[in-house]
């Protein structure tokens, strides 16, 4: 293997971010990216996969570096442009020195040849299955897996070439574009029709077996399950078709070219709303202590979340609260309507414990940073029920009438986008024909949770539960 980077790293090699109040260090200015072109060969959990990381650009600054977050990987070579590039980490930053500085406006394409590890990553990247290996890369590690642009913000469109054993199914965003087979081993093409943020990349490999169903309007829904439970959970996940008819209901057309579950036999924690291709642990379908209901609710959850997070993303990670509450409320809302668990008992629950909420975790759009060591710990109770809280008083001040024209619009106007809490605040004024910062400011950044507009007799605990 070659060098990694030279002996001295010269001074203009410096990590660098986009200011992410939460996350200083992520994101990469002076360029934006159109596309990712990644190959991978899979040798084993055990072992590092060989990638091949195709970036295609434009630059928005002059850049005599590039700066690539990029960690947990060895790095062979870089090229800019088909020329040989200068490399160096720093931090978990790669600093890229092309041959010639680029100027504003110029298109480069960045090629890395590099490992990516599945083994002891920092709170994400790669998930190690039982049989294979998945993503998940909220909120901060896809640069685990292969250098990017780390950021919601910078949302690129991506084709992945898998190579496996032939045994093993490969399953990833979007549509398959392509199989071929040479020797013991198969490569899987999947490439993407809308941008995806690199936090929701996802590629499985595994001893899967591919459920195919139809959707509203001709939708294709694939679901990926290990092998061995085809007949155990193909019933259970067809419920998807109709939760998507259900939120097409609610928020207009599903945004995106495919969608379905991939139910992983590993134990992350969490469930993850991976664009096109949301990741399940195994036992939330397979433990009997999991009311039904209360499976159905999550899956709409992630669902949800394929417009609120997926299509629309936020521009900064204290706006992730956009992304929360509403998976949350439209979980809520199909749990009763569906379960008969009311969503005012909810909400009534919710602002009892919003005060400790906010003193625990910040305010929904100013959320507190990360416990040390534990960067997914920004997702806290005050982002979930707390945030879904901000949009019951948002429609018990304006109306439902008013409130579900401003659902609709905002997963138009922000298609394939990022936006911002100020973004939010504006359209909701545009769509009640009203200013209402004034009303949104302190459900949004105040320390106390106001009163409930309708509810005076609502109440928050005194002390923390």
Same mark, same amino acid.
């Given at each position: 293997?070659?060098?990694?980077?030279?002996?001295?790293?010269p001074?203009?090699?410096?990590?660098?971010g986009?200011?992410?109040?939460l996350? @200083?260090?992520?994101?990469?200015?002076?360029?934006?990216?159109?596309?990712?072109?990644? /190959?991978?060969?899979?040798?084993?959990?055990?072992?590092?996969?060989?990638?091949?990381?195709?970036i295609?650009?434009?630059?928005?600054?002059?850049?005599?570096?590039?700066?690539?977050?990029?960690?947990?990987?060895?790095?062979?070579?870089?090229?800019?442009?088909?020329?040989?590039?200068?490399?160096?980490?720093?931090?978990?930053?790669?600093?890229?020195?092309?041959?010639?500085?680029?100027?504003?406006g110029?298109?480069?394409?960045?090629?890395?040849?590099?490992?990516?590890?599945?083994r002891?990553?920092?709170?994400?990247?790669?998930?190690? #299955?039982?049989?294979?290996?998945?993503?998940?890369?909220?909120?901060?590690?896809?640069?685990?897996?292969f250098?990017?642009?780390?950021?919601?913000?910078?949302?690129?469109?991506?084709?992945?070439h898998?190579?496996?054993?032939?045994?093993? #199914?490969?399953?990833?965003?979007?549509?398959?574009?392509?199989?071929? *087979?040479?020797?013991?081993?198969?490569?899987?093409?999947?490439? *993407?029709?809308?941008?995806?943020?690199?936090?929701?990349?996802?590629?499985?490999?595994?001893?899967?077996?591919?459920l195919?169903?139809?959707?509203?309007?001709?939708? @294709?829904?694939?679901?990926?399950? @290990?092998a /061995?439970?085809?007949?155990?959970?193909?019933?259970r996940?067809?419920?998807? #078709?109709?939760?998507?008819?259900?939120?097409?209901?609610?928020?207009?057309?599903y945004?995106?070219e495919?969608?379905?579950?991939?139910?992983?036999?590993?134990?992350?924690?969490?469930?993850?709303?991976?664009?096109?291709?949301?990741?399940?642990?195994?036992?939330?379908?397979?433990?009997?202590?999991?009311?039904?209901?209360?499976?159905?609710?999550?899956?709409?959850?992630?669902?949800?979340?394929?417009?609120?997070?997926?299509?629309?993303?936020?521009?900064?990670?204290?706006?992730?609260?956009?992304?929360?509450?509403?998976?949350?409320?439209?979980?809520?809302?199909? /749990?009763?309507?569906?379960?008969?668990?009311?969503?005012?008992?909810?909400?009534?629950?919710?602002?009892?414990?919003?005060d400790?909420?906010?003193?625990?975790?910040g305010?929904?759009?100013?959320?507190?940073?990360?416990?040390?060591?534990?960067?997914?710990?920004?997702?806290? @109770?005050?982002?979930?029920?707390?945030?879904?809280l901000?949009?019951?008083?948002?429609?018990?001040?304006?109306?439902?009438?008013?409130?579900a024209?401003?659902?609709?619009?905002?997963?138009?106007?922000?298609?394939d986008?990022?936006?911002? #809490? /100020?973004d939010?605040?504006?359209?909701?004024?545009?769509?009640?024909?009203?200013d209402?910062?004034?009303?949104?400011?302190?459900?949004?950044?105040?320390?106390?949770?106001?009163?409930?507009?309708?509810h005076?007799?609502?109440?928050?605990a005194?002390?923390?539960a």
């Amino acid at each position: 293997m070659a060098a990694l980077v030279a002996a001295a790293t010269p001074s203009s090699e410096t990590q660098r971010g986009i200011g992410d109040r939460l996350f @200083p260090a992520l994101g990469n200015p002076g360029y934006d990216v159109a596309a990712y072109d990644i /190959a991978f060969d899979y040798h084993g959990n055990d072992r590092p996969l060989d990638a091949v990381t195709t970036i295609d650009a434009r630059a928005t600054d002059r850049l005599s570096t590039v700066n690539l977050d990029f960690s947990h990987g060895a790095v062979r070579s870089v090229d800019v442009d088909g020329s040989p590039a200068r490399f160096a980490f720093v931090g978990e930053d790669l600093v890229v020195t092309p041959a010639q500085p680029v100027r504003p406006g110029e298109h480069l394409r960045i090629t890395v040849r590099h490992t990516s590890d599945p083994r002891g990553g920092a709170g994400g990247g790669w998930v190690r #299955t039982r049989d294979g290996l998945a993503m998940a890369n909220q909120a901060d590690v896809a640069h685990q897996v292969f250098p990017c642009d780390d950021h919601p913000s910078d949302k690129a469109l991506f084709t992945f070439h898998v190579t496996a054993p032939k045994a093993l #199914t490969v399953v990833a965003n979007g549509l398959p574009a392509g199989r071929t *087979s040479r020797g013991a081993a198969t490569t899987w093409t999947y490439t *993407s029709a809308h941008p995806i943020a690199t936090e929701l990349t996802q590629v499985s490999i595994g001893r899967s077996a591919v459920l195919h169903r139809t959707g509203p309007h001709g939708l @294709p829904v694939r679901d990926v399950v @290990p092998a /061995a439970d085809r007949d155990r959970l193909g019933k259970r996940l067809a419920r998807t #078709t109709e939760q998507l008819a259900w939120l097409e209901g609610k928020v207009g057309r599903y945004p995106f070219e495919t969608y379905g579950l991939l139910i992983a036999d590993a134990t992350t924690g969490f469930e993850l709303e991976t664009q096109t291709l949301s990741l399940f642990e195994r036992r939330l379908f397979t433990d009997a202590a999991y009311p039904a209901w209360y499976v159905d609710s999550l899956m709409v959850h992630e669902l949800a979340h394929q417009w609120f997070g997926d299509s629309v993303s936020p521009r900064r990670w204290s706006d992730v609260w956009l992304n929360e509450s509403h998976a949350t409320w439209y979980e809520a809302l199909y /749990a009763q309507e569906k379960a008969k668990k009311p969503l005012t008992e909810r909400m009534r629950a919710a602002y009892a414990k919003s005060d400790a909420w906010r003193a625990a975790g910040g305010p929904p759009a100013a959320p507190k940073a990360a416990d040390p060591g534990k960067k997914i710990s920004i997702f806290r @109770p005050v982002v979930y029920d707390g945030s879904a809280l901000v949009l019951y008083a948002l429609r018990e001040e304006i109306g439902a009438p008013a409130f579900a024209r401003l659902e609709r619009a905002w997963v138009v106007l922000h298609r394939d986008s990022d936006a911002s #809490t /100020a973004d939010f605040t504006d359209l909701a004024s545009q769509v009640a024909g009203r200013d209402l910062s004034g009303f949104l400011h302190p459900w949004l950044y105040g320390p106390k949770t106001p009163p409930m507009p309708g509810h005076p007799d609502w109440k928050t605990a005194r002390k923390p539960a």
